[in-house]
């Protein structure tokens, strides 16, 4: 499975963002970050139905994560964004269908997209 991640680039603080990820084939999907000199962390996970999110404190009310099926796409919508959000994003496939915010659970990891938010 190739997982393709786009739509990084640089922002100011409170601006927006949608990052996206193909993946053909049906797997529960999530998004991680990694930011200079930490480990990798949880953003947002969602089921192969779609029917069932689950974010990381630090980005609740403000991402969004959600999926079109029919174009074997997952998309990560980010507003307010902030200096502390400035990472690699990476989106990530598991194969069971149930989400997942454990980096373990994952079997298909993305090249990353880098998101830098401006204060």
């Known amino acids: 499975v190739q997982l393709q991640a786009s739509g990084g680039g640089l922002v100011q603080a409170g601006g927006s963002l949608r990052l996206s990820c193909a993946a053909s084939g049906r797997y529960a999907m999530g998004w991680f970050r990694q930011a200079p000199g930490k480990e990798r962390e949880f953003v947002a996970t969602i089921s192969w139905s779609g029917d069932s999110t689950d974010y990381a404190d630090s980005v609740k009310g403000r991402f969004t994560i959600s999926r079109d099926n029919a174009k074997n796409t997952v998309y990560l919508q980010m507003n307010s964004l902030k200096p502390e959000d400035t990472a690699v994003y990476y989106c990530?496939?598991?194969?069971?269908?149930?989400?997942?915010?454990?980096?373990?659970?994952?079997?298909?990891w993305g090249q990353g997209t880098q998101v830098t938010v401006s204060s």
């Open positions: 990530a496939a598991k194969k069971l269908l149930l989400r997942s915010p454990i980096a373990g659970h994952y079997d298909y």
